[in-house]
């Protein structure tokens, strides 16, 4: 069982360039979610999806689009990537909460993003 | 505005002793609240989850608090190694959207 993947896991950008950043999950979860971490600031939430073809902004959407077109996996795109965006960005997934699973996030390795 | 606040400032402690992390919330009515453990350059790990109805939960060496009337959840390692440190997360649950806190890095001290 493979969990959480993100593909590319470092990548280095130039200002205005675009990429995609790719989340695959073999659970069957429900709930994906796209996290970017900055020293000192913690995990922040960019978008999330409650289900295939679903998506939803989180706390720190802008600059950053997301789709879900398969159940199994969550794209992030950045369409001109800008200094700013340089972060770990973290994906995670978790089921449908249920009074027999504990609705925990499965994290993935972490994607470091480098925009100069 | 939503907040989820963690100690901000890195906690050093004494091996064997007993670390003791917060965690306030404020404009959140959590079913549940989670906690969970990074370790630089990986992804969080989910430790424990602890229900409204729960005043206590223990897991090992791990204890959890909840208090919603003070909106509030503290985070217990007894008799702490150097190997439990790392950054402690919590999260409020009951919600869609997972937002976190700031985290607090704690520092074990051989």
């Known amino acids: 069982n493979a969990g959480v993947t993100q593909t590319p896991k470092f990548r280095v950008l130039k200002t205005g360039q675009s990429m995609t950043l790719l989340c695959a999950q073999d659970m069957n979860h429900e709930y994906m979610y796209w996290y970017r971490q900055d020293p000192g600031m913690g995990l922040r939430l960019i978008h999330y999806s409650v289900g295939e073809g679903t998506t939803a902004k989180g706390e720190v959407p802008d600059g950053y689009n997301v789709s879900r077109l398969k159940k199994q996996n969550f794209l992030l795109g950045l369409e001109s990537a800008a200094p700013s965006q340089t972060s770990v960005y973290f994906c995670?997934?978790?089921?449908?909460?249920?009074?027999?699973?504990?609705?925990?996030?499965?994290f993935g390795e972490g994607s470091r993003l480098t925009v100069l | 505005s939503q907040k989820i606040e963690q100690n901000s400032e890195a906690l050093n402690i004494q091996e064997g002793k007993t670390a003791t992390l917060t965690c306030n919330y404020t404009n959140y009515s959590p079913a549940y609240l989670q906690w969970y453990r990074q370790d630089p350059g990986r992804g969080p790990v989910f430790l424990l989850l602890i229900r409204e109805n729960e005043k206590e939960k223990r897991k090992e060496r791990l204890k959890v608090t909840f208090d919603t009337t003070l909106k509030q959840s503290l985070f217990h390692i007894t008799a702490s190694q150097p190997a439990d440190s790392a950054t402690y997360l919590c999260a409020p649950g009951g919600y869609q959207k997972v937002t976190f806190g700031t985290g607090t890095k704690l520092q074990v001290i051989p």
């Open positions: 995670a997934s978790r089921p449908d909460r249920t009074p027999h699973n504990t609705g925990e996030l499965f």
